[in-house]
């Protein structure tokens, strides 16, 4: 599928070559100049067989490599992923090691979907959602009778529109940026969807969360917001999103699904889902971290 590397060397030297505008607008992080792409080198063999190559980068070079070999993809068949420090690549790579058997489907041999995954997750979790004047680890609100969907979705629409402007943006986030030194990961893969399962990331294992039912919620978020893998670390995966929801009603499911995918971000990090609305559901990237 696609080109080998050789060849996605040689393109990436051509001027002008693949240069997207960067999501942030012109001139994000850090100038329209592209770095060159690192020395690579063959890291694993991914679960199709194929091979996964990295390369060292500095963080702050990091995003505007990962957006040119982005606008390369249809050409290539290679997705980036930023994939966190060096020292740490063996953790994001764990799942590839012998012992270590890939789940490539659901139990009954079919692809999971990825609605109905994120929904039965928020019927099983939204009964432990912290209210906004109770802090996520004070424990109140959490009960076996707690809220139900439809109550939590009432609630959060009547909420984004009393109080939400939607039109304030917020900046994009990418942990890489934050770091010295980034590994860059490339993958075949049909799209980033599809990195999960082809690396059999462990990232939400204490979740049992396995790779192809990241890939389905991935491709459910893709469709319905444009949303894109950017990163995907030891626990950390994030994605550029570029249709992000704009009603109360659509913030509020978008908020939900966050919350049963990954309710860390909640529980040991805003403290309540008013607070993910306000931040992350505003911004133009979207981070989830499991514990």
């Known amino acids: 599928m696609g080109m080998s590397i050789s060849e996605l060397q040689r393109l990436f030297g051509v001027p002008g070559v693949g240069l997207p505008e960067s999501p942030g607008g012109p001139g994000a992080f850090g100038g329209p100049e592209v770095p060159s792409l690192p020395v690579l080198r ?16 500095a963080g702050t070079d990091a995003f505007r490599l990962w957006s040119r070999l982005r606008g390369l993809h249809d050409r290539t068949g290679w997705w980036p992923v930023l994939a966190g420090e060096p020292e740490a690549l063996d953790r994001v790579l764990v799942g590839l090691e012998r012992g270590f058997a890939p789940t490539l489907a659901g139990p009954d041999g079919t692809s999971p979907d990825g609605r109905a995954l994120l929904d039965g997750w928020a019927r099983e979790s939204v009964r432990f959602l912290p209210s906004p004047a109770a802090p996520a680890d004070s424990g109140a ?25 939607l039109d304030l943006v917020g900046g994009l986030h990418v942990s ?3 770091q010295e030194r980034t590994v860059l990961c490339l993958v075949q893969a049909p799209s980033g969807a599809d990195v999960p399962t082809l690396l059999n990331w462990l990232g939400a294992c204490n979740y049992d969360i396995t790779g192809p039912e990241h890939t389905a919620v991935l491709r459910h978020f893709e469709r319905r917001y444009g949303a894109e893998l950017v990163t995907l670390e030891t626990a950390v995966l994030e994605v550029l999103v570029t249709r992000r929801p704009r009603t109360p009603e659509t913030v509020a499911t978008a908020a939900v699904e966050h919350y049963a995918y990954c309710n860390d971000i909640v529980h040991q990090g805003v403290g309540t889902i008013e607070e993910l609305i306000s931040g992350q559901l505003r911004s133009g990237s979207w981070y989830f971290w499991w514990d």
Do not use: F, N
């Open 176 to 178: 890489a940026l934050g």
């Open 141 to 165: 609100g959490a009960s076996s009778a707690g809220p139900d969907v439809p109550r939590v979705l009432r609630r959060l629409t009547e909420h984004v529109a009393d109080q939400v402007d």
């Open 42 to 57: 063959e890291a694993a063999k991914a679960v199709d067989g194929s091979p996964v190559y990295v390369g060292e980068v």
